[in-house]
T-cell receptor, first 112, second 113 residues
Framework: SQTIHQWPATLVQPVGSPLSLECTVE??????LYWYRQAAGRGLQLLFY??????ISSEVPQNLSASRPQDRQFILSSKKLLLSDSGFYLC???????????FGDGTRLSIL | GDSVTQMEGPVTLSEEAFLTINCTYT??????LFWYVQYPGEGLQLLLK?????DKGSNKGFEATYRKETTSFHLEKGSVQVSDSAVYFC????????????FGQGTRLTINP
């Protein structure tokens, strides 16, 4: 069966520090991959999605970037974190058309 | 663009009460519709889905019917339990490209014993 792993589960970082969140999927090939952010008390915002290795689409302009170095690995990064980057970050994957997305357990990021 | 509107929360009910969480959408074409649930401190889990008009999704006693004429996908449960306390998200997905999900803002549900 397919599984999705995100780490770390929680992270506390100072303003201006770099960031790297990792997400990996097992048990499937060539998944669509997604990064979402959930700000406190708000809904989910799609940040990036990828339909293949090296293919990244950005949904909103921001301080973050994403990369997909391998088929089942999706990385969210920042060179210098801002206070506004705090939130709950969720990775998700889906097979192709008509299939729902499956989410990881999320990373809670706090910026001090 | 596509959008999803959910009823404002939080919603507080007593155990065994009837639950309705309203969801309406705006979309071009014929999207698939989903309800996701997020338990405290966890990621989202798919609760149920419907892929075409008049489809009824159901799971764990929850139901929602895809109503094209009213562009709605309301979530219902006949008798809620304390363990149903969570945040519920309505979402739609277009059927092309990367299948991006558009979420509602979420409705926090608390069930008191």
């Amino acid at each position: 069966s397919q599984t999705i792993h995100q780490w770390p589960a929680t992270l506390v970082q100072p303003v201006g520090s770099p960031l790297s969140l990792e997400c990996t999927v097992e048990g499937t090939s060539n998944p669509n991959l997604y990064w979402y952010r959930q700000a406190a008390g708000r809904g989910l915002q799609l940040l990036f999605y990828s339909v293949g290795i090296g293919q990244i689409s950005s949904e909103v302009p921001q301080n973050l970037s994403a990369s997909r170095p391998q088929d089942r690995q999706f990385i969210l990064s920042s060179k210098k974190l801002l206070l506004s980057d705090s939130g709950f970050y969720l990775c998700a994957w889906s097979v192709n058309l008509g299939k729902p997305q499956h989410f990881g357990d999320g990373t809670r990021l706090s910026i001090l | 663009g596509d959008s999803v509107t959910q009823m404002e929360g939080p919603v507080t009910l007593s155990e065994e009460a009837f639950l309705t969480i309203n969801c309406t959408y705006t979309a071009t074409g014929y999207p698939s519709l989903f309800w996701y649930v997020q338990y405290p401190g966890e990621g989202l889990q798919l609760l149920l889905k419907a892929t075409k008009a008049d489809d009824k999704g159901s799971n764990k006693g929850f139901e929602a019917t895809y109503r094209k004429e009213t562009t709605s996908f309301h979530l219902e449960k006949g008798s809620v339990q304390v363990s149903d306390s969570a945040v519920y998200f309505c979402a739609l997905s277009d059927t092309q490209g990367a299948q991006k999900l558009v979420f509602g803002q979420g409705t926090r549900l608390t069930i008191n014993p």
